[in-house]
């Protein structure tokens, strides 16, 4: 996320990245056995190539990740998605959702672990409260790296 709160930019996550973001971002996805977005992340983002299956919650199937043969569209709410994921793929799901899907998980208490990076991007879109997002949190860890802040927390 933005220094503002803001999740996208031009219509993507990617204007919103730095480049130690990205390559922490695409480092840390190989560690998880599925992968889960929303539809609207589906056909904003650039998801042609996963390191493993990536599950799309979305009411309407779309063909922009044609391309992609880990791919698989479910028509599930986010409950039921992540217990089918679990199963299918195994335990360690990580969730790349956007702010309206994050809520969803976040809300219904299906989140462990948040790991959120904050650059210092400003003016973007689709924003986040961040003390909203770790409400039901403790930070564990909260450091800068180069311009870049992790923070993790874990599920009280």
């Given at each position: 996320m933005g220094q503002d709160g803001c999740t996208s930019k031009n219509g993507s996550s990617a204007e919103v990245s730095t480049n130690?973001?990205?390559?922490?971002?695409?480092?840390?996805?190989?560690?998880?056995?599925?992968?889960?977005i929303g539809g609207n992340t589906a056909r904003s983002e650039r998801y042609a190539i996963t390191p493993?299956?990536?599950?799309?919650?979305s009411r309407h199937k779309s063909n922009v990740l044609i391309t992609?043969?880990?791919?698989?569209?479910?028509?599930?709410?986010?409950?039921?998605a992540l217990a089918k994921?679990?199963?299918?793929?195994?335990?360690?799901?990580?969730?790349?959702?956007?702010?309206a899907l994050l809520q969803e998980f976040l809300k219904d208490g299906l989140v462990d672990q948040l790991?959120?990076?904050?650059?210092?991007?400003?003016?973007?879109?689709?924003?986040?409260?961040?003390n909203d997002?770790?409400?039901?949190?403790?930070?564990?860890?909260?450091?800068?790296?180069d311009d870049t802040r992790f923070v993790i927390a874990k599920k009280r």
């Open positions: 130690t973001d990205r390559e922490r971002f695409l480092k840390r996805r190989r560690e998880f056995d599925v992968i889960i493993c299956p990536l599950v799309v919650i992609n043969p880990n791919a698989f569209w479910w028509n599930l709410d986010p409950k039921d994921a679990k199963r299918e793929f195994g335990p360690d799901v990580l969730i790349e959702a956007g702010p790991e959120i990076s904050i650059t210092p991007v400003i003016g973007g879109d689709h924003l986040i409260d961040l997002a770790l409400r039901g949190f403790e930070i564990t860890e909260d450091r800068k790296v």
